[in-house]
């Protein structure tokens, strides 16, 4: 079982940044492949960034070279630095955990941009 608890979120003017942190629970952490999902008023979860246990990460086109994806076994943390916002990157942002059969989230945390 994997327990995930998202901060970091909060209200930044477009073109600044904010850092993302999503603290995990359990033994296994670094088996894990985490993500961050956002979700926006009205659309669906949508992928944002990954990074596998092998520490090879992917982005939505997006938020390429805007974002950075990072992971800290030793702390079992994860980490979205999202850097340039826009308001079209306001959403609840959710931590996730895959491994084998496991599928964890956590609670979310509201980012929202404006103009």
């Known amino acids: 079982q994997v327990q995930l608890v998202e901060s970091g979120g909060g209200l930044v003017q477009t073109g600044g940044s904010l850092r993302l942190s999503c603290a995990a629970s359990?033994?296994?952490?670094?088996?894990?492949?985490m993500g961050w999902f956002r979700q926006a008023p009205g659309k669906d979860r949508e992928l944002v960034a990954a990074?596998?246990?092998?520490?090879?990460?992917s982005y939505a086109d997006s938020v390429k070279a805007r974002f950075t994806i990072s992971r800290d076994n030793a702390n079992k943390l994860v980490f979205l630095q999202m850097n340039s916002l826009k308001p079209e990157d306001t959403a609840v942002y959710y931590c996730?955990?895959?491994w084998g059969t496991g599928d964890y989230w956590g609670q979310g945390t509201q980012v929202t941009v404006t103009s």
């Open positions: 996730n955990a895959k």
């Open positions: 359990g033994r296994t952490f670094s088996s894990y492949s």
């Open positions: 990074v596998t246990s092998g520490e090879s990460t």
